[in-house]
């Protein structure tokens, strides 16, 4: 039974999805901001009992507040709120802070490599403006009909793990 998805006003949402590696990263990067603020406050305590005058002082121990602070906020933005949004006109990628606008009518088609497990979305006839989707590969299905929901001339078309290697082969 094949369902369609009715062209939608409020948006459909898509959370990005990481690797291990990159979670691994960020919990790096976050117990280093951790560090860092607390050797910057042990630092910054044994400054106050020193030379609590120093311009040069104060201006070291605003900027490394700063930096950990700002650094810990976009990992933390990075990864609570990074997702694919569709809505009527646009498609969005959302990634922590950092937002990308691509227009629906721009979206020439949407391919799924089966083989490498990836989805990509095209903006142009010769496959060089691309968008690559990371999501969940039980939502692809779900992405797909939703884009095509919002804009029935985009193209779906899908290939298999042999037809990829054959690919691979003649590019050797």
């Excluded at 976050?30 to 910057?40: I, N, P, Q």
């Excluded at 497990?117 to 797909?144: C, H, M, Q, W």
Aim: net charge positive.
């Amino acid at each position: 039974m094949d369902t369609q998805i009715a062209p939608q006003s409020t948006p459909a949402r898509f959370r990005f999805r990481f690797s291990p590696l990159m979670i691994v990263l960020c919990t790096l990067g976050l117990a280093l901001c951790s560090a860092s603020f607390g050797l910057t406050t042990w630092r910054f305590v044994l400054f106050l009992q020193q030379d609590p005058f120093s311009i040069y002082g104060w201006m070291r121990y605003v900027l490394l507040y700063a930096a950990s602070i700002t650094l810990t906020v976009l990992i933390v933005a990075m990864l609570i709120r990074s997702e694919y949004k569709v809505t009527p006109t646009h498609l969005s990628l959302r990634f922590g802070l950092i937002v990308q606008k691509f227009e629906i009518g721009s979206i020439l088609s949407v391919h799924l490599f089966r083989g490498a497990g990836k989805l990509a979305v095209y903006f142009d006839d010769l496959k060089t403006d691309f968008l690559n989707i990371v999501i969940r590969p039980e939502s692809y299905d779900t992405f797909i009909r939703t884009l095509q929901a919002q804009n029935d001339r985009i193209a779906f078309t899908f290939s298999t793990a042999e037809e990829e290697a054959e690919v691979k082969k003649k590019k050797k």
